[in-house]
């Protein structure tokens, strides 16, 4: 792929990211240095969504990636985003009080939810596992869809049942799984990372989840928890 081309669709995947609404090529003229005019974005538009990158959800509407998109963006184009010295502290005093009572368990994932706004947050060590964040998963654009919140529920149900087999993967890194490989659906994304002590991080949301920010809190706890300072 041309870099023009990987410049255009990590915009539009960011962007999709951020608002949830389909992205337009007079507003990336308008708010990113593109070095291009309305109708060669268009152009390019055409190119990403011929090589199925992106879709176009209706006649007059932007483009939005599909999840052949969402995965090169994943594996070709997405830096994680750094925490803040804020952040990174808050971390730290949790995990420094989580080696590992059920109270102490609940906590790192709180914690950890009051950084994710866009998903459902699973923390799971041996036989404990704590999960928070689903209202909020819920409240997103995507899940306006009855049958959607319907699916989304009936896994979180089963939720122990997808720990259990993730727990076969190897994990030493963050890990996401979206469309078709994500335990939770076709329409949805994860993050999981396991770390060395047997802690299973796991992120469920839409298939437009903050990944560079979830695989920076992922790497985060991880060192945190493992003392790995």
Known sequence: MKDALKELLKIVVEEVITT???VGSQYLVEEHDLDASSATIRNWFAILEEEGYLSQPHASAGRVP?????????QELMKERALQRQEMERLRRAASDSHFSSDELRFVAKTLSD???DALVVVSRHSETHATGLSRVLSQPEFADRDRVTRFSDMFDRVDETLEELREMPMGQPTALIGKDCPFGEDCGSVFLQCPDGTLLSFFGSIRMDYPRHFALMRTAQRFLTDEE
Do not use: A, D, I, S
């Open 66 to 74: 599909t999840e052949k998109g969402y995965r090169f963006y994943l």
């Open 20 to 22: 949830g609404e389909p």
């Open 115 to 117: 950084f994710v706004q």
